[in-house]
T-cell receptor, first 113, second 114 residues
């Protein structure tokens, strides 16, 4: 069975640009969450979506936005990129939007120059 | 403030030398505590979920335990392939509308030398 898939795996952008990251959850999972992991730190929660609705938002600026599609895949968008946005962006899927295990993809490595 | 602290930050072991990693947490209502393994440049790989104090779970050379304030990941007779960063995370009860998000510690980087 396919796990959580993310694209692209690596990308390089310059300050002020926009980026879109994509995620496909495990088949049958209806919830997708996004996390940011800066080098040497643990992942930080950005968003959770369940059944196409936002269920939670972490402490990130409005430059960060996301959405979930009818097939449960998801996009994370970041506008007006800053150097500090350079990180590994992780997508996690879970069966429901509540308690339970989260399964992570391999991540999208974003470098902002 | 909800917080997860892992220690030590880094741990070097010889192959076969057993040890433990610590995860202490402060959270307003624990729903679950999770352990993940993360290899460099990869996403976290799920290991265990613990839900109540006194619970224990095992997988190969790893055993996770939970008390009301901390969790331990015991590694018995580790092998070089156990080298990775081990992340601890907590899931809170009834946190607004989002019950699924995790608060992570910074991780313990484990190196096992042959």
């Amino acid at each position: 069975d396919a796990g959580v898939t993310q694209s692209p795996t690596h990308l390089i952008k310059t300050r002020g640009q926009h980026v879109t990251l994509r995620c496909s959850p495990i088949s049958g999972h209806k919830s997708v969450s996004w996390y940011q992991q800066v080098l040497g730190q643990g992942p930080q929660f950005i968003f959770q979506y369940y059944e196409k609705e936002e269920r939670g938002r972490g402490n990130f600026p409005d430059r960060f936005s996301a959405r979930q599609f009818p097939n449960y895949s998801s996009e994370l968008n970041v506008n007006a990129l800053l150097l500090g946005d350079s990180a590994l962006y992780l997508c996690a899927s879970s069966l429901t939007g509540g308690a339970g295990e989260l399964f992570f993809g391999e991540g999208s490595r974003l470098t902002v120059l | 403030e909800d917080q997860v602290t892992q220690s030590p930050e880094a741990l070097r072991l010889q192959e076969g030398e057993s040890s433990s990693l610590n995860c202490s947490y402060t959270v307003s209502g624990l729903r679950g505590l999770f352990w993940y393994r993360q290899d460099p440049g990869k996403g976290p790989e799920f290991l265990f979920t613990l839900y109540s104090a006194g619970e224990e779970k095992e997988k190969e050379r790893l055993k996770a335990t939970l008390t009301k304030k901390e969790s331990f990941l015991h590694i018995t007779a580790p092998k070089p392939e156990d080298s990775a960063t081990y992340l601890c995370a907590v899931q809170r009860q009834n946190y607004g509308g989002s019950q699924g998000n995790l608060i992570f510690g910074k991780g313990t980087k484990l190196s096992v030398k042959p």
